[in-house]
C-alpha cells in the first residue's frame, strides 16, 4: 500500500525489546516512594537529629577503685597524680554520638474489635502513632587526646532502633506503654496506606535502619499503639526512646561498696524525645481531630515541664 512502512523482523524485535526495558526501568522508577499513597503537606511532623557536644563525653570517679583506701599511696619516683587511685578520679569517658530523625503523623485513634481471654469480642477504641525513622549516617565522635575537639563522621553503618512508647498523663500521673495488638494492626494499615508496611515495636527492634542519602529515602516506617487510655486525659505526652545512643549516669552516694558487683546501684538515664499533646474534649465522646500537638496556653511549663510554645523537648528519662 502506498505510503507504508513496512519494518523488518530484526528492527521488530529491537523495538520489542527496547520497549520491555523502558517498562521496567519506568517500573524500578516507581518502585520507590511513587507507590506509596502521598502526604498532604504539613501532614507529617518532622525532628531533626540532636546531637549535642557535651554529650559525647563525661566524668566520673570509677567507684570500683576509688571506694578501696588502701590503693591510696605516694609513690617515690612518680609523681601522685599517675597512681591508679589517683587517675581513677573525675576520669573520662567518651563515645560516638548517633541520632535519628524522626517524623510523624497526628495522633489517631480508631475502634477495633480485640479479642478476650473469654473468647469474645470487645470493641475498644485504640490511640496510634504512625511515625518513620530515617538514619542520615552523620555521627559526632570525640577526640581521644582533647574532649574539646569534636569531628562529624558520615558513615554508612546502619542503626538498630529499639522503641519505647509510653503514653504519660500529666493530670493523673498515669504512663501507658505500648501495646502489640495484632487485631489493630490491619485496620490501621488499611486506613493510613495498604500498600505500605508498617512496623509494630517488637518487629522494629529486629530491624536494621540502613542510611538514606539525598537521592534515596530508606526510612522505616512503624505504628505505636495503646489501648484502654483513661478517657479524662486531656494532657499528655508521648516519649519515644531509642532515637539516640546518648545516656547519662551517676553512682549515687554510698550505692557501692567495696566487694560489691561492678556497677552495683549505678543509674542510668536515656535522651528521650517528649512530644506534647492535648485534648479539649470531654470524656464521653473521644475523637481524634480534638487531639493538638504542642501545649495550649499557661499549662506548659506547670504540667509539661518545658517552656512556653514548646511542642516538643529533649529530655533524660
Same mark, same amino acid.
Given at each position: 500500500m502506498r505510503g507504508s512502512? %513496512?519494518?523488518?523482523?530484526?528492527?521488530?524485535?529491537? $523495538? #520489542?525489546l527496547a520497549a520491555v526495558m523502558l517498562g521496567r526501568f519506568s517500573a524500578a522508577a516507581t518502585d520507590g516512594q511513587d507507590r506509596f499513597r502521598k502526604l498532604a503537606p504539613g501532614v507529617e511532623t518532622t525532628i531533626p537529629p540532636d546531637r549535642q557536644p557535651d554529650e559525647t563525653h563525661s566524668a566520673h570517679d570509677v567507684v570500683e577503685i576509688h571506694t578501696y583506701p588502701n590503693l591510696e599511696w605516694t609513690p617515690?619516683? &612518680? +609523681?601522685?597524680?599517675?597512681?591508679?587511685?589517683?587517675?581513677?578520679?573525675? &576520669?573520662?569517658?567518651?563515645?560516638?554520638?548517633?541520632?535519628?530523625?524522626?517524623?510523624?503523623?497526628p495522633l489517631r485513634m480508631i475502634h477495633v474489635d480485640i479479642p478476650q481471654p473469654s473468647g469474645k469480642m470487645q470493641r475498644k477504641l485504640i490511640r496510634y502513632l504512625v511515625y518513620r525513622v530515617k538514619n542520615t549516617g552523620s555521627r559526632l565522635v570525640p577526640s581521644q587526646d582533647d574532649?574539646?575537639? $569534636?569531628?562529624? =563522621?558520615?558513615?554508612?553503618? +546502619?542503626?538498630?532502633?529499639?522503641?519505647?512508647?509510653? $503514653? #504519660?498523663?500529666?493530670?493523673?500521673?498515669?504512663?501507658?506503654?505500648?501495646r502489640i495488638i495484632p487485631a489493630a494492626m490491619g485496620p490501621i494499615q488499611q486506613r493510613e496506606? +495498604? %500498600?505500605? &508496611?508498617?512496623?509494630?515495636?517488637?518487629?522494629?527492634?529486629?530491624? =536494621?535502619? +540502613?542510611?538514606?542519602? =539525598?537521592?534515596i529515602? %530508606?526510612?522505616?516506617?512503624?505504628?505505636?499503639?495503646?489501648?484502654?487510655?483513661?478517657?479524662?486525659?486531656?494532657?499528655?505526652?508521648?516519649?519515644?526512646?531509642? $532515637?539516640?545512643? #546518648? !545516656?547519662?549516669?551517676?553512682d549515687p552516694p554510698g550505692a557501692y561498696q567495696a566487694g560489691d558487683p561492678p556497677g552495683?546501684?549505678? %543509674?542510668?538515664?536515656?535522651? &528521650?524525645l517528649q512530644l506534647n499533646f492535648w485534648r479539649p474534649g470531654d470524656r464521653y465522646l473521644e475523637?481524634?481531630?480534638?487531639?493538638?500537638?504542642?501545649?495550649?496556653?499557661?499549662?506548659? =511549663?506547670?504540667?509539661?515541664?518545658?517552656?512556653?510554645?514548646?511542642? !516538643? #523537648?529533649?529530655? !533524660?528519662?
Open positions: 512502512v %513496512r519494518i523488518g523482523w530484526p528492527r521488530m524485535v529491537l $523495538l #520489542a617515690h619516683f &612518680t +609523681p601522685s597524680d599517675q597512681t591508679l587511685f589517683s587517675r581513677s578520679a573525675g &576520669t573520662r569517658f567518651r563515645h560516638s554520638l548517633w541520632c535519628l530523625e524522626f517524623s510523624f503523623k574532649e574539646t575537639a $569534636l569531628t562529624t =563522621e558520615q558513615t554508612d553503618l +546502619p542503626i538498630r532502633f529499639q522503641p519505647q512508647f509510653v $503514653l #504519660a498523663s500529666h493530670e493523673f500521673d498515669k504512663a501507658y506503654l505500648d496506606d +495498604p %500498600r505500605r &508496611t508498617l512496623l509494630n515495636t517488637v518487629q522494629m527492634a529486629q530491624q =536494621e535502619i +540502613p542510611v538514606s542519602s =539525598e537521592r529515602d %530508606r526510612s522505616v516506617w512503624g505504628v505505636a499503639t495503646w489501648e484502654d487510655v483513661d478517657p479524662r486525659i486531656d494532657f499528655f505526652s508521648i516519649e519515644v526512646q531509642g $532515637l539516640t545512643n #546518648a !545516656y547519662r549516669w551517676v552495683k546501684g549505678r %543509674r542510668f538515664t536515656h535522651k &528521650t475523637h481524634e481531630k480534638e487531639i493538638r500537638f504542642g501545649t495550649p496556653e499557661g499549662t506548659a =511549663e506547670k504540667l509539661y515541664g518545658v517552656k512556653e510554645g514548646v511542642d !516538643y #523537648a529533649w529530655v !533524660y528519662r
